[in-house]
């Protein structure tokens, strides 16, 4: 009854890693990937400091699911471990996935106090929505958190098991090992970025409330509510990703590993699952944009059929042109 109970547990843990992770994989990557193509082709997003913050994050998702999210369907799902076969790979995968996550979190944060300062009602803070500034913060965050990944790829080294005789990819400092678990987990992946996008959400809705009451161009003022009201969404959705990832990191840094077979499949069962609802914040961006704006559902389709499809006949037209015989 035991081993047919662990084999449930974990076939159920297998499974739902290979097929859900799967689809948040593919759908992920399409999304993200129309979000930078319909923030590229308009001006309104392309000329926006948030609009450039929305792109800067769209990449990095779609960079994270490709490194991140397929190794841990390959891992979890198929039981072929990328990091136990590579030195290589066990130091680029961390450093990777951080640079990313981190990434990610940042451009959406610097996204949501950048709306905070456009609905803003003191004029010289909006001398902050800027473009040129913007690509400058984003360079400078991009810079910053490779530097921080450095200690990635000093730390994370192959130990061959005396037991199993197979190389694992493990944290060889104690020290690293006490700054994941308790800061860069629970508190810079989670807590510090979704207090300051739950706190300026809260502000530039407030904002947003009062702008129809100021001497604004009704042609910004739709911008506005638009860009404010898609990342004002996001925000609140990605609380229901993340937080759940904080409780689980904090209790794999608190307790140790169970040795009953049985616990630890349990344990491995709810672990794939909350990780994967976290690659949520990193695929659903598009789905929620086009769900809460009319006027971004229009741009889609504009861009889509009117810009890229218009433009790939017309060169098909020219390219089977035939030039008249004299």
């Not at 490709?66 to 799902?77: C, E, K, P, R």
């Not at 098991?161 to 006490?178: L, R, Y």
Request: net charge positive.
């Amino acid at each position: 009854m035991s081993n047919a109970t662990l084999f449930s547990f974990n076939f159920a843990s297998q499974t739902t890693v290979m097929y859900t992770g799967f689809f948040i994989f593919v759908s992920g990557v399409i999304g993200n990937s129309l979000n930078v193509l319909v923030f590229l082709s308009l001006r309104t997003f392309r000329e926006s400091s948030c609009g450039f913050y929305l792109i800067a994050m769209s990449i990095a998702n779609i960079c994270h699911l490709f490194i991140g999210d397929l190794t841990f369907i390959m891992i979890n799902g198929f039981g072929i471990n990328w990091l136990n076969r590579s030195i290589f790979y066990c130091k680029f995968r961390p450093f990777y996935v951080q640079f990313c996550i981190l990434t990610s979190f940042s451009c959406m944060c610097l996204a949501i106090i950048d709306q905070f300062m456009a609905t803003c009602s003191i004029p010289r803070w909006h001398q902050w929505n800027n473009i040129k500034l913007a690509r400058c913060i984003v360079i400078g965050t991009i810079i910053f958190w490779i530097v921080h990944g450095i200690p990635f790829l000093m730390y994370y080294v192959h130990i061959v098991s005396p037991i199993t005789g197979q190389s694992n990819c493990v944290i060889i400092s104690v020290a690293f090992q006490k700054y994941y678990n308790f800061f860069y987990s629970p508190v810079l992946m989670c807590i510090i970025p979704m207090a300051i996008m739950i706190l300026f959400g809260t502000f530039a809705y407030r904002n947003v409330q009062n702008i129809a009451y100021r001497t604004v161009p009704l042609v910004r003022q739709e911008s506005e509510k638009q860009l404010t009201t898609m990342v004002l969404v996001q925000v609140f959705f990605d609380i229901i990703p993340v937080s759940p990832l904080v409780a689980l990191s904090i209790f794999r840094a608190i307790y140790n590993t169970p040795n009953d077979p049985l616990i630890l499949a349990k344990l491995n069962l709810i672990s794939n699952i909350l990780i994967i609802i976290n690659y949520l914040h990193f695929a659903a961006s598009f789905y929620i944009y086009v769900s809460v704006s009319k006027r971004f559902r229009q741009q889609l389709i504009y861009v889509l059929f009117r810009i890229h499809f218009d433009r790939f006949c017309l060169r098909r037209i020219n390219n089977n042109q035939i030039e008249p015989q004299i």
